[in-house]
């Protein structure tokens, strides 16, 4: 059974019945499974199981004008006493690494810890500022029921980047992709510098999927999922397999040759939605002219006029 199942199988066992103890809180509280973890995601298997894995679920609440500290403590002690086995799985006995994953937590300290920010509200410069991997657990997983609305209502403001900062961040990808691999892997090699060619095929890579989850519309999870992710996207379904390849395909002179092409075909592929999108008017193949082309769309010349690498 995956994480998010078992969160809410365990919910509906066992945590609906102990929070309708509370009908005086009921009306004020949210409950769901997000935030940091592979099972808020979906991409949990049997080797996620070895740390931080266990029946339960979080218990969102409002600020302590509205819940006060006492029926928050209250809650905790009734959360602490469910069943510590549920189909299988025992719950854990220490907090996990970074703190309580499960449990009682206040919808300002959950925002505040993935955004800095209590209500989600950002700025531009917080906007750009954020990694995305950050903002894609503040709005991953599932709310089972939200009787406020408040943490919804929050999540939908994060849901996605605004149509600016999406368009600087963008251009940023656009222009690293251009410099490092349309550019400077061939120089690497000519001039016999086999590591620095590696890293220039990385720097393609890490910027091609930044650009292909924002043409998704999606914000990238922590590196270690990037690729699972990527594969879930609709648009440019054939990305992930040929960024896997630039990275784990050795630099021989066989393999330099298609790499040189499989460069070339994944730029062209971004250009070619960059344009399905509206996003650029510039009509060549050279990613570095596409980059300059959205960075001038944006509306924002607070954000336009910023370095075009700003958001990078």
């Known amino acids: 059974m995956k994480g998010l199942e078992l969160s809410k199988s365990y919910f509906e066992n066992f945590g609906r019945a102990m929070l309708e103890g509370f009908p005086e809180i009921m009306p004020k509280i949210a409950v769901g499974l997000c935030g940091s973890g592979s099972e808020c995601f979906g991409f ?3 080797i996620s199981k070895d740390h931080d894995f266990e029946p339960g679920f979080c218990i969102f609440l409002p600020s302590e004008d509205v819940v006060d500290r006492r029926s928050a403590f209250m809650l905790e ?17 220490i907090q996990p690494v970074g703190g309580s994953r499960h449990g009682v937590i206040r919808i300002e300290d959950f925002f505040r810890d993935k955004t800095g920010f209590a209500d989600g509200q950002l700025s ?16 991953n997983g599932e709310i089972f029921f939200d009787n ?9 403001s994060l849901d996605h980047y605004p149509e600016d900062i999406r368009k600087k961040k963008l251009a940023g990808n656009l222009l ?18 086999a590591a620095a060619a590696q890293l220039a095929v990385d720097e393609f890579v890490r910027a091609a999927m930044a650009a292909g989850f ?22 440019l379904p054939y990305l992930p397999d040929l960024l896997e390849y630039l990275l784990c395909a050795d630099n021989s ?7 040189l092409s499989v460069i070339e075909s994944v730029s062209a592929d971004i250009i070619d939605e960059l344009s399905d999108q509206g996003l650029t008017k510039a009509i060549c193949q050279d990613l570095e002219k596409h980059a300059y082309s ?19």
């Open 124 to 139: 531009c410069t917080q906007w750009i500022s954020l990694p995305d991997y950050a903002l894609a657990e503040a709005t």
């Open 253 to 259: 002179d066989e393999n330099s040759e298609e790499k």
């Open 148 to 156: 406020l609305g408040l943490i919804t209502k929050i999540r939908r």
């Open 44 to 46: 949990d298997d049997e």
């Open 294 to 312: 959205v960075n001038d769309a944006i509306e924002d010349p607070g954000i336009r006029n910023l370095h075009v690498l700003a958001a990078v």
């Open 176 to 193: 690293v992709m251009a410099q490092s691999g349309q550019y400077n892997y061939r120089r690497c090699l000519d001039h016999g510098e």
């Open 77 to 93: 002690r009734a959360y602490s006493k469910l069943p510590s086995e549920f189909s299988g799985v025992e719950r854990l006995k």
């Open 214 to 235: 924002l043409l998704n519309r999606r914000y990238q999870p922590y590196y270690k999922w990037g690729f699972r992710a990527m594969r879930q996207l609709k648009k």
